[in-house]
């Protein structure tokens, strides 16, 4: 949050940082948006490093630059600012807690949907070592997945274009992580992803075998597929309104259309609240 912003700053400030300084970042997602944007802003941007201990900024937040803190909303303040290096060791995952690891496997679940064949079939054959965080098998998955953010990275850094579509779960899974406050981030957006194929399905973009293999993958990643617990419909519909994909007031999600195989589109509220409503979430 600003707060915690405004420490690293003082920080900084009371160290004497100029703008040849270094700020390095060791922690997972949290630690690297905050230490991100203080470094994109003292002094108008220093150089960052990162060096990501948990699966989920391995994979995902320590690469491509994005930083920001939470305002209402999650990460609605923020800055683009590429790091120097990020350096991930796989080694230091082993002591992460089950929720942790749950985290990232959303997250690589995710990029397996938006790469296709390639990876989700190694995601479906190596789904228990990835579980036991099997060196051999998280390795190769981890570089997948990072290669393929990067590459998307390279092409659209602003997010103007290819690059929303890494947001696919995000538009309901912020939401969830906000309203239920008992799901990781990476739990949060295979829920919203889920919910993401249903409106798919609903607009006859996905067929059902793809849904539910998109949810059988999720299953044997040993993710949720759904929220924890009833939800307060007209709260999730206002924090979905805050989502950053938005568009002069109109709500835009990533949905699947088949693997490899994604769109930004706007959504309509009310078939939002239809869908909710079907799932009986």
Not at 56 to 61: H, I, W
Not at 119 to 140: F, G, I, M
Not at 237 to 249: Q, R, Y
């Amino acid at each position: 949050n600003p707060a915690s912003l405004q420490q690293v700053w003082e920080a900084c400030r009371t160290a004497g940082l100029d703008r040849h300084s270094l700020i390095v970042s060791l922690g997972g997602g949290v630690v690297g948006d905050v230490a991100g944007f203080a470094a994109a802003t003292y002094m108008r941007g220093i150089r960052i490093v990162h060096l990501p201990t948990t699966l989920l900024a391995q994979v995902d937040s320590a690469v491509g630059g994005k930083t920001a803190v939470n305002l209402g909303a999650k990460n609605l303040v923020g800055a683009f600012h590429q790091p120097a290096g990020v350096i991930a060791n796989l080694s230091v995952l082993s002591p992460l807690p089950t929720r942790e690891v749950r985290s990232g496997l959303g997250e690589i679940w995710k990029t397996g949907v938006l790469v296709g064949e390639s990876l989700l079939s190694q995601l479906e054959a190596s789904a228990k070592d990835l579980v036991a965080l099997n060196p051999d098998a998280l390795e190769s998955v981890v570089l997948a997945c990072v290669q393929h953010k990067a590459g998307v990275v390279e092409r659209d850094e602003r997010e103007s274009g290819e690059r929303a579509l890494l947001n696919l779960g995000h538009t309901l899974g912020h939401a969830l992580e906000l309203h239920l406050g008992d799901l990781s981030h990476g739990e949060a957006i295979t829920v919203g992803g889920v919910f993401a194929c249903a409106l798919a399905e609903r607009r006859q973009w996905l067929d059902e075998a793809c849904a539910s293999r998109f949810e059988t993958l999720a299953r044997l990643l040993e993710l949720p597929v759904e929220p924890t617990r009833r939800l307060d419909v007209d709260a999730i519909m206002t924090l979905v309104s805050h989502d950053k994909k938005a568009k002069a007031g109109v709500q835009r999600w990533v949905l699947p259309r088949g693997p490899g195989h994604c769109e930004l589109t706007p959504v309509e509220p009310t078939d939002v609240r239809t869908e909710l409503s079907q799932l009986g979430w």
